[in-house]
């Protein structure tokens, strides 16, 4: 009986999205063009970094310095400058994002052993990229240093051999697609259901369907279900394109990976409904619905910002955000390849997060519904 | 005139009659901001790392010491041999593993060349780059002791290149002076431009903007009337989140707060203006929503370099992040609160902005002549 009415919902609703066709196309094709437009666009592989260079010794060590920085790749020798008011007037205007300040005398130094002193100026306002460009010029200065004494310099007593696992080529698209994957689907399950009861609210539908034999069971069932299965097609699109175009690799279990998408759809639809009986108005649900899904996925989810890096305090607000332990699930699937036993206990939080979503939303309708 | 403030009187009634909204517009960007600004830091410290010390001896034991001793780094555990540091990087317990072969003691002592093996879990590429970077230097600078121990022994100069780094802006590095201002656009962005979109429409969907249309108003002074609350309320939002900035974030504010001021106007004319010309492409709230967080909002975030830097991405795409406002209000209000920019660097910036509203809102007050004529 129950799913006799809960069908019927589900046809009332079905029929409602696909007569609004720009949003049935925004729920659906907009992920996938989302994942192609930001797999590209967004990365944090630092290259090309404009760089003024002062050299006021200009002798053939100075310019092998300058060439060794140049070389490497990762600058890009944008101006020669005099004076250290050009440098100055450079990296204000964004010109330049790092100086190389080579002192008079280097050439002569250099060869008599007197260590000299180079100096680079960085643009720190974005502390990411300046501590990259850091590393970058330590290492550059070092090699060059030990390349102009080939021969003298032994080699140090103790050294570093970096392996990398999981992400050899330290792809950062490989980090952000899976992040991309949640953020998208987070936004489109909450909203486009946050929206749908209210909607019902202020055109007065509402009172129609309260009016008809259907249970809240049935009614929540039916109402979700439609939007269960556009989120699902959306993160199968988003999956394969990122697998086709980024080359993201499936290295762990198919099956893990659907029921990890499932429990994480059904919460954030759950979310969507709960605040769908809340607010009276479409301008609220919407508003609510970006603060408690847009900002917390974006921001406390670790699908950019390192969680470990943050202040205790914080970390411990983490933990009610579903996506932190979706992330390290997916991450976990289909970058590292773990078994599903290693991520029992996000899948359990994510169910936890579904159940408790899905019960709180009943309770609230039920009682809506006197 | 009278008119115009009758209009405006009623806008303010509408919005103070949905107690809920008021409480979003105030109190939202106070959360936010506090929220971003704690969680917006991509400074990665205490990274976690397990140690297989295959060596066990007190030279081993220092350079563990040294690791954990240091800011950017927490050992997790010790283990005896790389075969067990698999489970520790598949929980992601620790990140990186740091493996001391046997023999490195004796090593050490004998002044025999040892290299360290260090296993770093990939997937935050960008953590993990940095985890990487601080690992070596460390290492390096303890090479470096070792070396001029023994020349200060022998009295043997080391020859080689002195680097000085100096960074300017923001010498302690820290992430949170550059988020935060750019949190101040990017909640202007979202308050107003999502709000005025959504105001117009509202009325579109109950009629009641035919009724506003018969009225004796004037097409400005109704386009004046519904989009200046929302003007007002953004203003407020500037103050709330400077405030918030420089008294409890305590970042820095180099420049003049009157030019940052100003600017945040025509800032938040050209959001008004957006939020205005997506009410005139929309029906329904929900399309209007759709729309302005698809189609506008969320590239604008990702593509004006409020999180990732412009000049890593693809050329073609650069070339369009000089369609969007937030990119010229990011360099805006980050040269005025880490550089002191005064008008004299930052008019390019403010000149294509205001162009950019301009354009705008003459092409949102066109559509709406049209439509309902």
Not at chain 1, 252 to 278: C, D, M, R, Y
Not at chain 2, 150 to 171: E, K, M, Q, S, Y
């Amino acid at each position: 009986m129950i799913g006799r009415k809960a069908l019927a919902v589900y046809r009332k609703e079905l029929r409602q999205i696909a007569r609004d066709r720009r949003t049935l196309l925004i729920l659906v094709f907009v992920p996938a063009f989302f994942l192609l437009l930001y797999g590209y666009a967004l990365n944090w592989d630092i290259r090309h970094i404009a760089l003024a260079v002062e050299d006021r010794d200009g002798t053939g060590d100075s310019r092998a310095l300058v060439a060794a920085f140049v070389n490497s790749g990762y600058f890009d020798r944008v101006a020669d400058v005099q004076s250290p008011a050009d440098i100055d007037r450079l990296l204000n205007l964004n010109t330049a994002r790092a100086a190389l300040v080579i002192p008079e005398n280097f050439g002569r130094d250099l060869v008599n052993g007197l260590r000299p002193q180079v100096q680079v100026i960085i643009n720190g306002d974005n502390a990411n990229t300046a501590t990259t460009v850091m590393g970058y010029a330590a290492s550059i200065v070092q090699s060059a240093g030990a390349a102009l004494f080939e021969g003298q310099l032994r080699e140090p007593p103790v050294s570093i051999e970096p392996r990398i696992w999981y992400n050899p080529e330290l792809r950062s698209t490989l980090f952000l697609v899976p992040g991309l994957i949640a953020y998208i689907l987070m936004i489109t399950a909450v909203i486009s259901t946050a929206i749908s009861i209210v909607r019902e609210k202020e055109s007065g539908t509402i009172e129609q369907v309260r009016m008809a034999p259907i249970d809240t069971f049935s009614f929540m069932v039916g109402k979700s279900i439609p939007y269960f299965l556009i989120s699902l097609t959306s993160a199968a699109l988003i999956v394969f394109a990122a697998m086709l175009l980024f080359g993201l690799p499936m290295r762990g279990n198919w099956i893990s990976l659907l029921v990890a998408v499932s429990l994480f759809i059904a919460g954030a639809l759950g979310q969507g409904l709960l605040i769908s009986t809340a607010a009276e108005t479409q301008q609220v649900a919407f508003q609510a619905a970006m603060l408690s899904s847009f900002l917390p996925t974006l921001m406390l989810s670790g699908f950019i910002f390192p969680i470990s890096s943050m202040p205790t305090a914080l970390q411990l607000v983490t933990y009610v955000v579903p996506a932190r332990y979706f992330l390290v699930a997916l991450r976990g699937i289909v970058l590292k390849g773990v078994p599903i036993a290693v991520l029992a206990p996000q899948l359990a939080a994510l169910t936890v997060y579904a159940l408790a979503m899905l019960a709180l939303a009943s309770v609230r309708l039920a009682r809506e519904r006197g | 005139m009278r008119r115009l403030r009758r209009l405006v009187w009623k806008e303010f009634l509408e919005l103070r009659q949905d107690p809920r909204l008021f409480v979003l517009v105030i109190i939202a960007p106070i959360i936010q901001l506090t929220m971003l600004g704690y969680a917006a830091t991509t400074d990665v410290r205490d990274v976690p790392v397990v140690v297989a010390d295959g060596d066990r001896s007190p030279a081993s034991r220092e350079l563990i010491a040294r690791f954990d001793a240091s800011r950017n780094f927490t050992v997790v555990d010790t283990v005896t041999s790389l075969n067990d540091v698999d489970a520790y990087l598949q929980r992601g317990t620790a990140w990186v593993a740091l493996a001391i072969p046997t023999g490195y003691g004796a090593a050490i002592h004998s002044e025999t060349p040892v290299s360290l093996q260090v296993v770093a879990d990939g997937t935050d590429s960008n953590s993990t780059t940095v985890a990487l970077g601080y690992a070596t230097s460390l290492v390096n600078d303890y090479a470096q002791e070792l070396v001029s121990r023994r020349a200060a022994a022998t009295g043997v100069r080391v020859p080689g290149i002195d680097l000085r780094l100096r960074i300017w802006f923001n010498p302690q590095l820290e992430s949170r002076y550059f988020m935060i201002p750019g949190v101040l656009a990017l909640l202007l962005l979202l308050v107003t431009a999502n709000l005025a979109a959504m105001g117009i429409v509202r009325e579109k969907e109950l009629g009641t903007l035919e009724q506003l249309n018969v009225t004796p108003l004037r097409r400005w002074e109704l386009i004046v009337g519904k989009l200046l609350p929302y003007g007002v309320i953004a203003l407020i939002d500037v103050l709330l989140v400077t405030a918030v900035a420089v008294f409890w974030f305590e970042v820095p504010l180099r420049g003049s707060f009157w030019l940052l001021f100003a600017l945040s106007l025509v800032y938040v004319l050209c959001t008004l203006g957006l939020g205005l010309f997506i009410s005139t492409i929309s029906d329904t709230q929900q399309q209007a929503m759709m729309t302005a967080t698809f189609f506008f909002l969320t590239p604008m975030i990702y593509l004006s370099g409020f999180i990732f830097p412009i000049e890593n991405m693809p050329r073609v795409i650069q070339y369009a992040t000089y369609l969007i406002p937030l990119r010229y209000f990011l360099v805006i209000v980050r040269g005025i609160f880490l550089k002191g920019l005064g008008l004299a660097w930052l008019w390019p910036q403010a000149a294509a902005m205001t162009a950019w509203g301009v354009i705008v809102l003459g092409l949102a007050v066109a559509r709406s002549r049209k439509r309902t004529g």
